[in-house]
């Protein structure tokens, strides 16, 4: 006998796990995106690449809303799950 199988909710502690990891990998990727575009916007300024600083500087405050967007949501879930 198995000591708590019937505790054990399987499919709900794999859906957590996928779950996680994509939200962590997508969340991770949005930073660095995030990060890499304010850095290229600053050097393509400098560069006087006022179209390429532009768009550099648009993708990283995307990223930016994409990461406020996914803690908002993470929070409003957790926070739901009472």
Known sequence: MILGTSA???????EVAWVSLVAG???MTAVSLSIAGAARSAAERREGHGTAATLYAALSLLAAVIVAGGVVLGVSVMLSKG
Do not use: K, R, S, Y
């Not at 054990?8 to 794999?14: F, K, M, N, Q, S």
């Open 8 to 14: 054990i909710d399987v499919h709900g502690l794999l």
């Open 25 to 27: 990998v997508l969340l």
